[in-house]
């Protein structure tokens, strides 16, 4: 899986399927530390499967969204572990 760990990819699979996502989102939806969903983001975005950018109404909120890569990822995932 490119090296992604689980929890890689369940947030991966949660941007793809929302097509855009804050951490406010993700923390309500997985009750996960908004730091370690950060750092996650941060090794995705590496990794070339979603892009971070500032939301322009909130500057302190950052906007998860997915790469074509991303959406490869999450589709090859479904695929091979349907």
């Known amino acids: 899986m490119n ?3 689980v929890s890689q990819v369940d947030l991966l699979k949660l941007v793809v399927a ?3 996502a804050w951490t406010s989102d993700i923390v309500a939806v997985t009750d996960r530390d908004p730091k370690q ?3 996650s983001m941060l090794l995705l975005r590496r990794r070339g499967m979603i892009s971070i950018s500032r939301d322009p109404e909130n500057n302190r909120h950052v906007i ?4 074509d890569a991303g959406k490869a990822m999450v589709k090859y995932i479904r ?3 349907a």
Do not use: C
């Open 37 to 39: 969903i950060n750092k």
């Open 3 to 5: 090296d992604l760990s």
């Open 64 to 67: 998860y969204q997915p790469t």
């Open 18 to 20: 929302r097509g855009t």
């Open 79 to 81: 695929g091979k572990f």
